[in-house]
């Protein structure tokens, strides 16, 4: 059977007819039947059409036999986040030609759009994944969960398309995996974070769980620290938890961190411990934690705006700074968010810096008329809570009770 593959791979790689191949040899119908798998053959016959197609099929044959093995690994580099490994193998499969025959192209394909995700090509990975859909309507069950498991990460990263709907398309992809069939219990990592997308947060923890246990069965140290990382945001929304234990065990996390040289993981503790001390008006902690994530970005990075932001929002909220500090930070803030186009970022530090003015009319005007449609566009549910609340609060002050009553039936 896999000889009849590579006799018919490289026929037409050759663009030859099974006349030309068969031609002295033996009869069209009977290399048919041998492409197909369909009849006994003999091995002086396969020796005339390897001369004839200039192949060694001994080394064609080895070759194809390892070829299952190392998408199996490649897939697994992937997974452990081992990009040496994941570039080696990469190469050791560009050198197989074979790779390209029906009979391996979907797995392959799949996994290339996967490398692409991991290398932040998202586009080019999205346009694999619906030629792969297109071109391959026979897929296995595994190679279908594959597809499906690889757009759900494809669009947990689409930061391009930030709509109300586009929450949904993770879970709606996930949600066609067969898991049993599949068996990459890394998919759970991925199907929490769908879930706390469209804000379901218990499903979002019971998954997170799941997926903590199979990296700490597989000894994948990085991925474990991910899980956990977002186990503790869900726990926030639990009133019955222990603060001191979250704090606890973010700081116990950092620390592990700290071990395993995961700078990215640390920042991104950081920045998540100061959102809970912010939550709990302990601005000063909360301001020292986005400090900190800040000093382990890129000057020029979208998580260095994000911490950024943080940081001023801290900052403003415990009356932590001079004026003059804060709007120079502002004006950095303001013009890396221009540099990076993201609307998100130029309305918050937009926000904050109406607010660091003064320019009381100016801000609450700011906030109903670009502030909040922005957030409900995007489904922030904390941005958009934490400003109608404010907004609110504004109208009730100044008597403005019809407004305040709309503000309460939009936005809280």
Not at 134 to 141: A, I, P, V
Request: charged fraction near 25%; proline fraction near 1%; aromatic fraction near 12%.
């Amino acid at each position: 059977m896999l000889q009849g593959e590579i006799i018919k791979f490289y026929r037409e790689k050759n663009k030859m007819t099974q006349a030309q191949l068969a031609e002295g040899i033996c009869t069209t119908t009977h290399i048919s039947k041998i492409e197909r798998g369909k009849t006994a053959y003999s091995e002086e016959l396969i020796t005339l059409f390897s001369e004839r197609l200039s192949i060694d099929i001994k080394k064609e044959m080895e070759n194809a036999k390892k070829i299952d093995l190392l998408l199996q690994q490649w897939h697994q580099s992937m997974i452990m986040g081992r990009r040496d490994v994941m570039e080696q193998i990469k190469t050791e499969l560009e050198e197989i030609a074979f790779i390209h025959s029906t009979y391996y192209a979907a797995h392959y394909r799949l996994l290339q759009a996967r490398y692409n995700i991991v290398h932040q090509r998202n586009q080019m990975a999205f346009e694999i994944l619906e030629d792969v859909k297109k071109t391959y309507t026979n897929l296995s069950t595994y190679e279908y969960s594959l597809l499906h498991h690889i757009y759900g990460i494809y669009y947990i990263g689409d930061r391009a398309n930030v709509s109300r709907e586009s929450h949904l398309k993770p879970l709606q992809s996930l949600e066609k995996v067969n898991i049993d069939e599949y068996g990459n219990e890394e998919y759970y990592y991925h199907l929490a974070i769908s879930y706390h997308l469209i804000g379901s947060h218990i499903m979002a923890y019971y998954y997170a769980e799941k997926a903590l246990g199979y990296f700490q069965s597989t000894n994948n140290y990085a991925r474990s620290i991910d899980a956990e990382t977002f186990m503790l945001l869900q726990m926030n929304r639990d009133d019955s938890v222990d603060f001191h234990k979250i704090v606890e065990r973010y700081n116990n996390l950092i620390h592990n961190c700290d071990m395993l040289g995961f700078k990215s993981k640390k920042a991104i503790l950081l920045n998540n411990l100061g959102f809970e001390y912010f939550h709990k008006d302990e601005f000063v902690l909360s301001k020292n934690c986005h400090w900190a994530a800040m000093q382990l970005d890129e000057p020029n990075s979208a998580s260095y705006l994000l911490h950024l932001y943080n940081y001023l929002d801290s900052c403003m909220e415990g009356n932590l700074s001079r004026k003059n500090m804060l709007l120079n930070k502002i004006k950095e803030g303001l013009s890396l968010a221009q540099k990076l186009d993201s609307k998100h970022f130029i309305i918050l530090f937009q926000l904050i810096k109406l607010k660091a003015l003064g320019n009381n009319e100016t801000y609450y005007q700011f906030i109903e008329e670009k502030a909040l449609p922005h957030f409900s566009s995007m489904n922030h549910f904390i941005y958009y809570k934490r400003y109608g609340k404010i907004l609110f609060e504004h109208y009730i002050k100044t008597n403005q009770y019809m407004k305040a009553s709309k503000v309460l039936g939009d936005h809280l």
